[in-house]
């Protein structure tokens, strides 16, 4: 019998709409093999106003509370998932694929001899004759390949899906929730924290988000002010290609493509993007994708929904004002 647990990734308290969407998705697989079992294991300190925005489903989440887990701590994780694989007899583990499991994942496939496949998109067919096969782009997005696991326990981190207008639950189920005990071995300091810092707080994480509005090097670092007016308008985050990151202009935690993150809001809008295929792969699971570049040649516009041809700088003041109208009359 096929028994999944979903490790539900939290900052700052929140549980985070990628990992949401992998508990979603073990859902949806359980659904389709009679017998699954579905179990999810949230590490940190939450509120019950937060634990009520867990998502619904059969189940049960354990929740270790303590407030030694706020931060990741490498080894006290590894301990505690380890420990929740065994007590609920778990033959699959899913992470979303954020920075946090492709830390964490590997740690824990060294640790219970389990195959490990990152990167994973996780479809319908995983289950097919018992197999567990993923699939994810390699070269670039170029080609398709096809992952299966060798060991009787398997790890996935799974890539994000296209974002939904309503929840993709259907069950009026509600998971239940179990607060672990704590444990006395988490008082002991292995990884001390000296200070932490904050870059960019209250920023909202590009991987997250709904709407996305990314730019490319032509936009030059000044014409970023642009995008995060329309970012804040729709409510969205910002993004950034390779060569923006590499240039200063931006940070490393907005880059989107191969090195940086993959994203899949439900809205896109590339500017001065010319579309890499490292880019181009990040992005496959968008929504819609709007692209604005002067060249009307720029592989973008091969993968763009909407796009329009022009000046970055002088179509953007435009867009902006015709949002905030459209928006004063909703």
Known sequence: MNTFLVFLEQREGVVKKSSIDTWN???????????????ALLVGPASTRQLDGCPGGNGVIYHANEEAFRLYNPEHYTRLVVETMKRVAATTLFFADTALSRDLAPRLSVRLKASLLTGCAVDDAWGENGGGCCQRPVYS?????SFAPCRPLKIYTCTPRASRISSPITSGARASVVVLEPSSSTSEELFPLVRRMAMHEG??????????VAGGRGMGRAGFGL?????????????????VVDEGWRPHAE??????KTVAPALYLACAISGA???????????????INCDPHAPIFDVADYALVGDVHLLLPKLIE???EFLKKR
Do not use: C, K
């Open 25 to 39: 998705r073990a859902q949806e697989l359980a659904a389709l093999h009679p017998g699954a079992a579905v179990s």
């Open 141 to 145: 997005g170029a080609a398709i390949a």
């Open 203 to 212: 920023v909202r994480d590009v991987a997250e988000a709904r709407i996305i």
């Open 227 to 243: 995008l995060e007016a329309l970012a804040r308008l729709l409510g969205g985050a910002v993004g950034a290609s390779r060569p």
């Open 255 to 260: 880059q989107i493509g191969q090195t940086g």
């Open 277 to 291: 295929p490292q880019h181009l792969a990040a992005i496959g699971s968008a929504g819609i994708v709007v692209a």
């Open 322 to 324: 015709e949002f905030r």
